[in-house]
Nanobody
């Protein structure tokens, strides 16, 4: 089992950058595929990006490809999401997630509490 805590959310202007971080507990962090999701009120949670256990493979939603970068540091039990060229449409609560399966875009077992990102126009 792994517990996840996100940080780094905030209020920024369109075009700005923001970096989210997620720290996992325990010594098995490297066993998990890690991902970021986001959710806005009244909508389903949306996949954003995922990264494999060793950090070699990544996968992005089309809406963020080329603007967001997911990375991880297994020595520090962290996964990050660098968000550039932010748009008002990126406004959401962002969640960190972990799962022992291979790279996938849904049905993750473990979730953080979320961090709010607000992008003003």
């Amino acid at each position: 089992q792994v517990q996840l805590v996100e940080s780094g959310g905030g209020l920024v202007q369109a075009g700005d950058s923001l970096r989210l971080s997620c720290t996992g507990s325990g010594r098995t962090f490297s066993f998990y595929t890690m991902a970021w999701f986001r959710q806005t009120p009244g909508k389903e949670r949306e996949f954003v990006a995922a990264i494999t256990r060793n950090g070699v493979n990544t996968y992005y939603a089309d809406s963020v490809k080329g603007r967001f970068t997911i990375s991880r540091d297994n020595a520090k039990n962290t996964v990050s999401l660098q968000m550039n060229s932010l748009e008002p449409e990126d406004t959401a609560v962002y969640y960190c997630a972990a799962d022992r399966s291979w790279l996938k875009v849904s049905d993750y077992d473990y979730w953080g509490q979320g961090t709010q990102v607000t992008v003003s126009s």
